[in-house]
């Protein structure tokens, strides 16, 4: 089985005050410093709307350094009444308004190529794979809060071997943090160690030797060169995929990603093509047994 999340981050609309301006929570893990200045899409007929930061000629010097509060979404309306009459209600969603544009050295910036650029890879291996094994290629919904497409779909299918596709968080920026994941841009697709919500793994996945070497293996075999790392501050389908009945092989391969969880998430295509050529490689492998990745005594 190999998965791809169709979901994004989002907003759930929870209310709607006197003048029609639109309070909201937050679904999945978004950083506030991304939130203001920001336009939006809302309810089914995809409605424009702001994100209104507070002007700063009325903070004080505190509110100015600090992340904001108590934001609203503005769709131009002035009374509840006009946002009814705009096809919006509380439980409606909403998501960031953009697209994706082309940077130099055939890298891409826009929203939600977590999880977009690994369906499109998945797109890709099941138009080109024509292997001898049952493969399932499979869209989840719903990684983003809590892995529950995974979940059921992994039940459902009860996969020998259960794969992520996936970006993976990197830091390889002047502002980043200096004691991040060591992966970078342009380094390859990232084969996880494993990932969790804390640097002791809870919550997440600790791959498996033997689906990490049919992985590394493949990609030994087509001259790709990937990059290993762990990501403790989030997991991914893999977790549930490990926990499929009575417990499966599981692993990760990710696209190295700039900016997560933003409007503005970068991808190199050549990482995105590599990842897709390791997956290829490793579909037309047999995966190894528990004999053939332990070392001769």
């Not at 055939?106 to 890709?124: C, F, M, P, Y």
Request: net charge negative; with cysteine; proline share 4%.
């Amino acid at each position: 089985m190999l998965a791809a999340h169709t979901d994004e981050l989002g907003f759930l609309i929870d209310a709607v005050d006197d003048d029609g301006f639109l309070t909201f929570h937050m679904l999945g893990g978004h950083y506030k410093g991304n939130l203001s200045g920001q336009r939006v899409r809302v309810g089914p007929d995809s409605v424009l709307g702001v994100i209104g930061p507070r002007c700063r000629h009325y903070m004080g010097d505190e509110e100015k350094d600090s992340l904001p509060n108590d934001l609203r979404i503005d769709i131009g309306a002035t009374s509840p009444e006009e946002v009814a009459d705009l096809n919006v209600e509380p439980g409606d969603y909403a998501t960031w308004d953009g697209g994706v544009s082309r940077l130099a050295n055939d890298r891409v910036a826009g929203r939600a190529l977590d999880d977009r650029i690994a369906l499109a890879i998945l797109l890709a291996l099941a138009r080109e794979a024509d292997v001898d094994a049952t493969v399932h290629y499979v869209a989840t919904v719903q990684e983003e809060v809590g892995l529950r497409g995974a979940r059921t779909a992994g039940y459902d299918l009860d996969p020998d071997v259960g794969i992520a596709l996936e970006i993976f968080p990197v830091d390889d920026y002047p502002a980043g943090r200096t004691d991040g994941a060591e992966a970078t841009l342009d380094g390859g697709p990232v084969v996880e160690f494993g990932d969790g919500s804390s640097e002791y793994f809870f919550g997440g996945v600790i791959v498996d030797r033997q689906t990490r070497t049919w992985l590394c293996e493949a990609a030994d075999e087509i001259d790709v060169d990937v990059q290993h790392d762990v990501m403790l501050t989030g997991t991914t389908d893999a977790t549930e995929l490990q926990q499929v009945r009575g417990g499966r092989h599981a692993g990760a391969i990710a696209v190295p990603c700039r900016y997560t969880h933003s409007p503005v998430e970068t991808i190199s295509m050549e990482d995105a093509d590599e990842t897709a050529d390791v997956l290829l490689s490793a579909l037309e492998r047999e995966f190894p047994s528990r004999d053939e990745i332990r070392r001769p005594r």
